[in-house]
């Protein structure tokens, strides 16, 4: 604030002459303030510019929100000399006149190239008000006025009256201060005059982006922009980038009148980031001409960076011009070029694609006009992005060959090929690879990857993927040394490996030999176990599941004898049919009893801890009555049916609840999908020590242990509460054991009503409330949920899916 200018006075003296240039400058809310004997005499929000011993230049510059009671932006007086020069004023105001600029006492004021547009006055000149003669009219041109108080500006060589900028908010769009861009169709675009802005030595605007760019199709001559911002066209454009001839193709046009050196980069762009493979400097002064598209093609070379990742392939051409890098990029859409070192690269679209690879060619309907002729030795890259595409690779000699699936559910396969790297990419893929050197990873998505082959290195990333097993005959050279890796998790959860996915061993392809799997998933850490043998010593499958220590959740067996234990997790255990000894350890753990074999089944169950399910979803027809209190053995096919199925539940007693029927019998202690909460207690055995005692009983149901039942079944499941639940008008659950997690595919819990349950997680320090791992999703409604204390997601961390309706998070934090 002052009394004058705002921001700047300018007193250019009465006998010494001085000059005063002000260039790329922002005038942003600056207030004239002077109220002496009760009046205010305020003049020049912005500038003043006083005495005639001098002149002051104002360039490029931006006058915005300023305010006085005389000249909301500026005030030329007593004799004052003012030049304005490309600058935009705009959105001033001024409590008396002049709400742009005022002019009086013989002062002098010369506007050209600028807009003087948007600004108020309570009582009259709401852009401007000159005294007579004040504005130099004659060299006041090409201007952008609002409102032309008392025609000051001739309209003649100021056609621009009463036209619209369009100006956008004061923002940042480059360079040191924040400026005013017109938008596309503004009036002030290529309107000015270039000789006035040489005149004042202008070669940029106020960001120090080059001036006299045209935009104006229709003329080859350059047109400055009106105002103090120089609107951009795009100064080099990619035409168009695509494969031909085995060469990568560059099409491109150059705007404006200058020669430059271009660069050319071409990038693997991925979700996260991009890498740069190769530079490319275009020397010949030829390709530099402005005003036509360029072709320019090349043979790429990306010997310097080697990308095993999916990618999608981009090239960005740019030159610099002072301290401006000016640029334009494009990814390629499809595909089929070659590398300087042989390497054939083929790229795919978004559609559903089919490529073969041999020896001796690459054939695509979609992709290739004809099958592509491969030489001997040389490697291939196949990226095949989005789509459900099939990849089949045969019998290849390629020094390396990488396919890579992309988005999409695509179906991967390698046989005879000891150099293939398989992708499945985003998508719920399959995978296959017979040979020990195949490396397959499944990426993100539900895959499967088919292990046929000895030596295998397997990776089925995020997801809920399944490792399959598949022996049809004695293995060759055994035994199978197979290695899995599943991605790890950071969030410290209860069960954290679901993060990554419920994934599962599934042996059931092992159809020789005379004997089923054993593994436990408990020394998963420890090395390598013989899981598969010839029934005599000799090892057939040495697995190593290191890399998935408490990440493997399910295991499917054989049909014949199988001993399947489990970790400290929630396990999913299926013998299938044979003699079984199914163990899933202290987590909460489902146990598949299914019928449809053609051999006897009998499972053997022994389990120290948690709440644990018998699974009888792929039953079909009748179970006879089960006593879970029993450690007999019991036949759970009705007399007179065969094959027969048969159970013992070995002491302590390990079953709580039966899913998949409901039970109406005995101690069958059965529950349909839709559970009802019976307890607001926290007093669960899912959280507690080994289950010594009776079954779950469905009414003394806790939240937590309705969770683990829907978690245990395939779903959808809904939770409800019981009408006679809440006697208040709020009731609460008090978290005790940790937070709560829901693995279901498909969850809904709907509270008594609106707003009468809190979840509270005070009790339990250092814990969250709900935990929502991939895979999983959850329909949460109606309550309150508060205390929650984690290091991520206070209340909630998900990792799945989630829907909140009506439901309030407070008083929770995340450290």
Known sequence: KAVRGGAVYLNMGSTVSQNVRIDSTTFLNNEGVDLRDGTDYTVGGGLVAQGGYGRTLVTNSTFVGNSAKYGGALRAHVSAKLDIVNSTITGNHASWQGGGIIGVNNSQVTVQNSIVHGNTAVNWGPDFEFQTGVLQQAQSTHNLIGVNSSTRFAPATNPLIGADPLLGPLAENGGPTRTMAPGQGSAAIDAGDDSLASAAGLTTDQRGHLRVIDLDDESSTGNIDIGAFEVQPPPIEVVDFYASNEQLVLEYLLQGTAARPLTVNL????????????????????????????????????????????????????????????????????????????????????????????????????????????????????????????????????????????????????????????????GNDSLVGDLPTNLLSGSAGDDTLHIIGAGQDVSGGYGNDVYKFVMTAAPLAPPWNVSISEPYVSFAVADAGRFGGSDTLDFSGLEYGPSGVTINLGFASSGAQTVFSDGSGTAWINLDLQGAADRIENIVGTNKDDALTGDNN??????????????????????????????????????????????????????????????????????????????????????????????????????????????????????????????????????????????????????????????????????THGSLGIYDRETTIIPPGMGELVVDQTSAAGARIFEIPQGASASISGMTLTGGDADKGGSVVVGGELSLDGVLLTGNQAE
Do not use: C
């Not at 019991?634 to 007179?640: A, C, I, R, V, Y």
């Not at 202690?669 to 899912?686: A, E, K, P």
């Not at 039942?709 to 639940?725: H, K, T, V």
């Open 267 to 426: 990038f693997a762009g991925g979700s996260d980031q991009e890498t740069l493979l190769q530079t490319i400097d275009i020397t010949d002064p030829q390709l530099w001409a402005a005003g036509v598209t360029h072709t320019y093609a090349f043979t790429p070379d990306f010997s310097l960076t080697d990308v095993d990742e999916d990618y999608y392939l981009a090239v960005g051409i740019s030159y610099e011009a002072g301290a401006l890098t000016n640029s334009d990029s494009r990814t390629l859409a499809s595909g089929l070029f070659v590398e300087a070192d042989g390497t054939v690269h083929l790229h795919g679209t978004d559609a559903d694609e089919t490529v073969t690879v041999t020896a001796t060619e690459i054939t695509s309907a979609v992709l290739l006009a004809a099958p592509f002729s491969v030489v001997s030795g040389n490697s291939a890259e196949i990226r095949l992005h989005g789509g459900n595409d099939v990849l089949t690779v045969s019998s290849i000699d390629q020094a390396e060959f990488i396919g890579m699936g992309g988005e999409g559910n695509d179906q991967l396969t390698a046989l005879q090929s000891p150099t293939a790297l398989l992708d499945g990419g985003e």
């Open 570 to 735: 929630a396990n999913r255990l299926d013998g299938l049919s044979g003699q079984n000894y199914l163990d899933g350890g202290w987590g909460n753990d489902v146990y598949a009893i299914g019928n449809q074999f053609d051999a006897l089944t009998f499972n053997h169950i022994e389990d120290v801890g948690g709440v644990d399910f018998l699974d009888f979803s792929g039953w079909q027809g009748e179970v006879a009555p089960l006593n879970l209190l029993s450690d007999s053995i019991q036949k759970l096919t009705p007399t007179g049916v065969t094959p027969e199925v048969k159970l013992v539940l070995e002491k302590p007693y390990p079953i709580d609840v039966v899913i998949g029927v409901e039970a109406t019998q005995g101690s069958l202690v059965g529950f349909t999908q839709n559970l009802v909460v019976t307890s607001l207690t926290d007093n669960s055995i899912t959280a507690g020590q080994p289950d010594l005692y009776a079954p779950l009983d469905p009414q003394s149901l806790t939240l937590r242990d309705a969770l683990a039942i829907a978690n245990a079944d395939s779903g959808p499941n809904q939770i409800e509460f019981s009408e006679y639940l809440i006697t208040e008008i709020v009731g609460e659950i008090d978290l």
